[in-house]
T-cell receptor, first 116, second 112 residues
């Protein structure tokens, strides 16, 4: 149980275009999902917390207008990188928790974004 | 206070040896300490986790040792195998999922 599906697994886009990444909890409902960014050989950096039915909470330094997060249902959160630039190239990972009882966080398989 | 420190940054172990990764935290509000394993190009996968009411938890070849007074915890991988070669992240959070923080990671290489 506790499977999180992330799509696409990799994407290449042209500079100036927008890219949408989907994160789905397949066998549980997630009122909260998290979006991370990971640079090569570095740890995961939390970008934002996605709350179902409300606005996302962004970490300091993350541009909310550039990284649009939508959590329209209990099983789906999307991250849209708007007007992407080469410096946005990174590995984006989502995660979700089944609840507050120590089930832990399940991570998606990640999306490798390359902006050319 | 939100940081989780992790060492070593990289680790090379012979097949069959013991891999040991250490983490330390400051925030005493943390009450959930998971370890994640990440292979290149993949998301992290939960390996094993511990709560501070126990000092040790073992699952197969993986053991977490927890020292509440020292605010330290460690991962031991017994009989390390080449397939264990990955990056390992310790993390800390509250059970309510607040303030989830990752350590910087340890790149483990197990030589055949």
């Amino acid at each position: 149980g506790a499977v999180v599906s992330q799509h696409p697994s990799w994407v290449i886009c042209k500079s100036g275009t927008s890219v949408k990444i989907e994160c789905r909890s397949l066998d549980f409902q997630a009122t909260t999902m998290f979006w991370y960014r990971q640079f090569p050989k570095q740890s995961l950096m939390l970008m934002a917390t996605s709350n179902e039915g409300s606005k996302a909470t962004y970490e300091q330094g993350v541009e909310k207008d550039k990284f649009l997060i939508n959590h329209a249902s209990l099983t789906l959160s999307t991250l849209t990188v708007t007007s992407a630039h080469p410096e946005d190239s990174s590995f984006y990972i989502c995660s979700a928790s089944r609840g507050a009882l120590g089930y832990g966080y399940t991570f998606g398989s990640g999306t490798r974004l390359t902006v050319v | 206070q939100q940081q989780v420190k992790q060492s070593p940054q990289s680790l090379i172990v012979q097949k069959g040896g013991i891999s040991i990764i250490n983490c330390a935290y400051e925030n005493t509000a943390f009450d959930y300490f998971p370890w994640y394993q990440q292979f290149p190009g993949k998301g992290p996968a939960l390996l094993i986790a511990i709560r501070p009411d126990v000092s040790e938890k073992k699952e197969g070849r993986f053991t977490i040792s927890f020292n509440k007074s020292a605010k330290q915890f460690s991962l031991h991988i017994m009989d390390s195998q080449p397939g264990d070669s990955a990056t390992y992240f310790c993390a800390a959070s509250t059970l309510r999922g607040q303030n989830f923080v990752f350590g910087p990671g340890t790149r483990l290489s197990v030589l055949p």
